[in-house]
C-alpha cells in the first residue's frame, strides 16, 4: 500500500506550512507543554496520543477555553467507555461560538444562500442578539438545563439560533431534517421527549416547494412532552393553533446569558441509522464537542476569522453540527438550503464561488456526480479563494482526487476525511502541512490514537484491518439516552475488543502514515452522506401487503458510486409488476427519504437469517462485492445456506 502512490497528487508549499495554526501550534506547545518542536506533523501527532493531558490541556489554551469554574486535572478517569474529562470544570458551547461578537460585530456570521444562490448576511452582532432573545423566551417557557429542545428544520439561520440558544440555556439540542418522514422522525424524537419543538410549514428543494404542516400535524400529535412549538413561516403560511411565531421570540434586544454547565453536561443528541432497531440517540457533551471541535476546525482545517466555512449538509446529518462548529474559530458559516443539484450540477460550485468559500466540503459521491456529468469548476466559476475541498461521507475513490486536481486547481488542498456521528469529529483527514496521495486521507487526527487491527487485537500496517481508536477522545458520547446501564453503548462499540473503541469501518494504516477507508464493515446505508439503517427501510416497505420479507444492502462501488438494492421475499400470490414496484417506490420516499429509494428492487426467493432470526445483511453485502460464499459466511450460523446462492450468482453476473 505505502508505494502505490509514490509521487503526492499536492504538497503544500514552505509559506503554507509555515503560517499554518498546526504548525504555530506546535512550535507554542513545545515551549509551554513538553511537545517536541522538530519533525513535524507525524511527531506532533504521537506526542498528542501518547500525552493525551499536556495535548488537550495546550489545545484549551491555544483556543483560549473560557473555564468559569478550573478543572481539576485533564482527564479524571481514562477508561473507555466511561472516560472524565476536565472533571470540576464548567464552562458554555453557546458563548465560544459568538465570542467573535465582541470584536467583529458587523462582520457576517452567517452566510444563508438559497436555490437563488444569492447570500444573504447574518453579522456577528445580530445573531448574538437573536440568540439572547431566543434563550430568554426559552427560559420563560420554563426550559431548563437538560431539557431537551427539537428542530424539524432545514439548513437555515433559525436552524443555528436554537441551537445557540438552546445551549445558553443549558438545554440539549436535538434535530431532523424536514425531508424525513413523520415516523423517521418520531423513531428519534420520541426517545428523549423534547419539550419544545422548532418547526417550518414546508421547504424548498429541486425548484418545488414542499409543504409539511401534515407532518407537523401529526409530530405535536405523537410528542405529549411537548410545552411550546415555534412556527417558522419559510412557505409563508400562518401559523396553525396553539404554536408561537418565530419573530416573536427572537425581536427582543436582550444580552444572552449563557448557563455555565459542566464539562460533561449534554449539547446535543445525534442519531445512529437504526441498522437493528431504533436510532442510538447519541448524547456528546459542551466541553467535549468544543474541544474536539476547536481542534478539527481550527488545526486540521486550519479556519480563522477571515475564513469563509461551506459544508453541504442536511441538519439531519452530523456534518451540520460540525458545520455550525465553524463560529468557534470566529469563521463565517456558509448555510445552503436547496438540492445539491439544482439548478443544474454545478449548483454547489455556484454557491462557493458567491459566497467566496475558502474552505468547501460535500460528498464524495456529488465529486462523482460532478465528474459524470462533465462539469468543470475551475473553468466555469471563480473558486480562487477555496483553498481547500474536502469529501466525506463515503471515501472519495482516486478518479475524484484527480477530477478535483484536474478540474478545479493543481494548487488545491483535497482532503477526504472520515469519522462518525458517534464522535460528531473526524478520525483521519485534513492537514494542512502534509501532502495529498491518491484515494488516500493524509493522517490520523491530532489527539485520536487511530489503529487498524486484525481480529486478535494485533495492529496492522499496510493491512486491511477493523478501525479502532486506543485512547477517549474529549467527545465520545457521554451516553445513550434511555440506556441506564450502558449496555447498548457498550455492546455498539466495546464489545469487539474490551477498553477499545471499535468503528464498523475497514481502514488500512500506511507506512507512510496516511490511511485508507474502504466502507463500512457493518451495514449501515449511506446516501449522499445520509446514514440510514435498513430497520427504517423494512419497517416502511413490509408494511405493504404484498411484501413478506426484504433485505436492503448499500455497496460501495470501484467508481465512486453507491449501488443499493432492495430485494423482496413476496407473498403467495404477488407479483412484483410496476405498480408495486412504484408502491415500494413511493413509501420509502413519503415515509422515509427520498434519497434512500432503492436502485433496484429484485425478486428473491427467501431471505436468509442467523439462526436467532436476524437477516444476515453484513454477509449478504460481502457476497455482492464478490467475495467467496466460504469466506463471506459462517455456514453453521444460517438457517438456510441455499437462499445464499441466488446472491453469490447475482454478484457473478454483475461482475
Known amino acids: 500500500m505505502s508505494t502505490v502512490n509514490p509521487q503526492p497528487l499536492w504538497q503544500p508549499d514552505p509559506q503554507r506550512i509555515a503560517r499554518s495554526q498546526v504548525t504555530r501550534f506546535q512550535a507554542w506547545a513545545a515551549e509551554h507543554h513538553g511537545a517536541p518542536a522538530d519533525g513535524g506533523y507525524e511527531v506532533l501527532h504521537r506526542w498528542s496520543v501518547d500525552e493525551l493531558e499536556p495535548f488537550w ?60 444562490h444569492e447570500p ?32 424539524y428544520l432545514p439548513n437555515i439561520p433559525q436552524a443555528v439560533v436554537a441551537l445557540l440558544a438552546t445551549a445558553a440555556v443549558g438545554a440539549v439540542w436535538t434535530s431532523c431534517a424536514p425531508d424525513f418522514g413523520a415516523r423517521s422522525v418520531l423513531d428519534r424524537f420520541e426517545q428523549v421527549e423534547p419539550v419544545v419543538l422548532f418547526t417550518v410549514d414546508g421547504y424548498r428543494y429541486g425548484g418545488k416547494e414542499h409543504d409539511r404542516r401534515e407532518t407537523v400535524t ?21 401559523a396553525p393553533e396553539g404554536a408561537l411565531e418565530w419573530a416573536d421570540l427572537t425581536r427582543a434586544d436582550t ?16 442519531y445512529s441509522s437504526g441498522t437493528t432497531g431504533l436510532p442510538k440517540a447519541i448524547v456528546q457533551s459542551q466541553g467535549g464537542i468544543l474541544v474536539e471541535h476547536l481542534k478539527q476546525l481550527g488545526l486540521h482545517c486550519d479556519l480563522g476569522p477571515g475564513d469563509r466555512f461551506f459544508w453541504y449538509t442536511s441538519t439531519g446529518w452530523m456534518m451540520w453540527n460540525f458545520l455550525v462548529s465553524g463560529l468557534l474559530t470566529g469563521t463565517t458559516v456558509v448555510l445552503y438550503d436547496g438540492s445539491p443539484g439544482y439548478p443544474d450540477t454545478g449548483a454547489q460550485w455556484r454557491v462557493a464561488e458567491r459566497t467566496g468559500a475558502t474552505f468547501y466540503g460535500t460528498s464524495a459521491a456529488y465529486v462523482m456526480a460532478c465528474r459524470k456529468a462533465d462539469v468543470h469548476p475551475g473553468r466555469d466559476f471563480d473558486l480562487s479563494k477555496v483553498k481547500c475541498v474536502a469529501t466525506t461521507g463515503s471515501p472519495l475513490p482516486p478518479d475524484g482526487f484527480r477530477w478535483l486536481h ?11 476525511v472520515s469519522g462518525g456521528t458517534d ?10 502541512t502534509l501532502p495529498v496521495h491518491i484515494g488516500e486521507l493524509q493522517a490520523p487526527s491530532l489527539g485520536t490514537d487511530l489503529q487498524s487491527w486484525d481480529p486478535s487485537g494485533k495492529p496492522l500496517i499496510d493491512e486491511v484491518g477493523e478501525l479502532v481508536v486506543a485512547n477517549p477522545m474529549p467527545s465520545m458520547p457521554i451516553h445513550f439516552w434511555n440506556d441506564p446501564d450502558g449496555s447498548r453503548y457498550h455492546d455498539s462499540y466495546f464489545d469487539t475488543y474490551p477498553g477499545v473503541w471499535r468503528h464498523g469501518d475497514w481502514i488500512t494504516l500506511t507506512s507512510r502514515g496516511s490511511v485508507v477507508i474502504h466502507g463500512r464493515s457493518d451495514s449501515t446505508l449511506n446516501r449522499q452522506g445520509v446514514r440510514m439503517g435498513s430497520a427504517d427501510i423494512y419497517e416502511a416497505v413490509e408494511r405493504l401487503p404484498e411484501i413478506k420479507e426484504s ?12 449501488w443499493m438494492p432492495l430485494f423482496v421475499h413476496l407473498a403467495p400470490g404477488a407479483v412484483l409488476d410496476q405498480a408495486l414496484l412504484d408502491r415500494i417506490k413511493r413509501t420509502i420516499r413519503e415515509n422515509l427519504s427520498p434519497r434512500h429509494i432503492p436502485d433496484e428492487v429484485i425478486e428473491v426467493p427467501g431471505i436468509p437469517h442467523t439462526l436467532t432470526g436476524k437477516r444476515i445483511e453484513v454477509p449478504v453485502k460481502r457476497l455482492l462485492q464478490g467475495t467467496s ?17 441466488f446472491y453469490e450468482d447475482l454478484a457473478r453476473k454483475r461482475a
Not at 430568554?136 to 429542545?149: K, M, N, S, T
Not at 444580552?255 to 445525534?270: G, K, Y
Not at 484536474?406 to 477526504?416: K, M, P, Q, T, Y
Not at 464522535?423 to 494542512?432: E, I, L, M
Request: glycine share 8%.
Open 629 to 645: 460464499l466460504e469466506k463471506a459466511v459462517n455456514p453453521g450460523s444460517i438457517d438456510n445456506l441455499d437462499l445464499l446462492h
Open 423 to 432: 464522535v460528531c469529529s473526524c478520525f483521519a483527514g485534513a492537514v494542512p
Open 218 to 238: 401529526e409530530l405535536r400529535r405523537e410528542l405529549p412532552s411537548l410545552r411550546a412549538v415555534v412556527h417558522i413561516p419559510l412557505l409563508g403560511t400562518e
Open 255 to 270: 444580552e444572552p446569558v449563557f448557563e455555565q454547565v459542566p464539562f460533561a453536561h449534554p449539547l446535543w443528541v445525534l
Open 551 to 562: 433485505l436492503v444492502i448499500g455497496i460501495e462501488q470501484p467508481d465512486g458510486g453507491y
Open 406 to 416: 484536474d478540474e478545479v486547481r493543481e494548487d488545491l488542498w483535497i482532503a477526504s
Open 120 to 151: 444573504t448576511p447574518v453579522t456577528w452582532s445580530e445573531l448574538r442578539r437573536q440568540v439572547g432573545s431566543l434563550a430568554a423566551e426559552l427560559r420563560a417557557l420554563g426550559v431548563r438545563p437538560g431539557d431537551r429542545v427539537s428542530g
Open 57 to 116: 490541556e495546550a489545545v484549551t489554551q491555544w483556543f483560549d477555553v473560557r473555564f468559569s469554574t478550573p478543572y481539576a486535572r485533564v482527564l479524571g478517569d481514562r477508561s473507555m467507555p466511561g472516560a472524565e474529562w476536565f472533571p470540576g470544570a464548567t464552562l458554555n458551547y453557546a458563548e465560544h461560538a459568538l465570542r467573535a461578537a465582541e470584536t467583529r460585530a458587523d462582520e457576517p456570521a452567517l452566510l444563508s444562500v438559497d436555490e437563488t
